[in-house]
């Protein structure tokens, strides 16, 4: 069974511009979860999908948006980029009790 | 609040020595509680997952505890081997919908 994916694995950008991140969840899970976590912090929350809908939202300004597809994937995008974006974006999954977390997506802002 | 809090925050031990990281939490009603660990730049791995009536489960040198009244959690590293180095993350489910929350992490380095 695949994991959870996440595209691209790395991605570089300059202030003000636009970034997109993908996430595949593990067949089945309809819940998605976008994490950040900056260097040498620890994770924050930043989004949850459950079947199609956004259900919760952390602490971040509204540039930070996404949304859930029918097939279950998720985008999360971030808008106006600046430089303290820089992280790696974690998604999970999960389905009944269990959360899976895909590899990230490290974002660079130059 | 639903909230999870992970200490210390950072930790730096040498190599075969024990360690332990604790994890409180206020989430309520209360589901289950796993333990994570990850490696710089991946996602996080499960190690352990505890619920409401375990209150201790072993991993081969990571034994985990959970004291549901105090609400409490603490993961227990063994001789500790350089690879030990991660991040250690305690999540929280609650029982109620799907919703899980995530403490901030422990950041362990061990060195020779």
Redesign the interface.
Known sequence: EAGVTQSPTHLIKTRGQQATLRCSPISGHTSVYWYQQALGLGLQFLLWYDEGEERNRGNFPPRFSGRQFPNYSSELNVNALELEDSALYLCASSLAGTVFFGPGTRLTVL | KNQVE?SP?SLIILEGKNCTLQCNYTVSPF??L?W?K?DT??????LT?MTFSENTKSNGRYTATLDADTKQSSLHITASQLSDSA?Y?C?V?ANT????Y????TSLTVIP
């Open positions: 992970q925050q589901s289950n796993r994570y990850q730049g991946r996602g996080p791995v499960s997952i991040s993350i999540v489910r919908g799907n919703q899980f995530f403490g901030t992490g």
